[in-house]
């Protein structure tokens, strides 16, 4: 597990305020800052609480590749599951859902979450 940098402590720090007033944060940081690194903390600690959480991603491709991340920050494989069309690893009871947003919009029901990231990428022209 990788340890976090100042500026995603930051991060954290101040997205845990904007929640306490009720806001509805936006993280917005380059390509390569470490938002799905910053968002696997933000889950590791929903889950000491035992908080269920989403990380929702525009692009199939990113689904393998935000297994992985969450897996080496430290979340429990076991605690994790996939919700895209028929993926072998899907199972909505698991406390961690890595979510196709295609898959999502097709869906009547949604997961039961306390907690939803949404990871915005830009399409390739």
């Known amino acids: 597990m990788s340890s ?3 500026y995603q402590h930051h991060a954290i720090d101040e997205l845990r ?12 940081a380059p390509t390569g800052s470490g938002k799905t690194r910053i ?3 933000i889950f590791s600690l929903a889950r000491i609480k035992n908080k269920r959480v989403a990380f929702v991603v525009p692009f ?10 969450f897996a ?14 028929d993926h072998y690893l899907t ?3 698991k406390p961690v859902q890595i ?3 295609d ?5 009547k029901n949604l997961p039961e979450v306390d907690i939803v990231i949404f990871e915005i990428g830009r399409a390739h022209v």
Request: hydrophobic share 45%; net charge positive.
């Open 4 to 6: 976090l940098r100042d």
């Open 17 to 28: 305020l904007a929640l306490r007033d009720k806001m509805k944060p936006v993280l917005s």
């Open 39 to 41: 968002a696997s903390e």
């Open 60 to 69: 199939l491709s990113l689904i393998s590749q935000t297994w992985k991340a």
């Open 72 to 85: 080496d920050a430290g979340i429990d494989q076991s605690d994790m599951g996939v919700i895209q069309a």
């Open 91 to 93: 199972n909505w009871s």
């Open 99 to 101: 979510c196709s947003i």
């Open 103 to 107: 898959t999502l919009a097709r869906r």
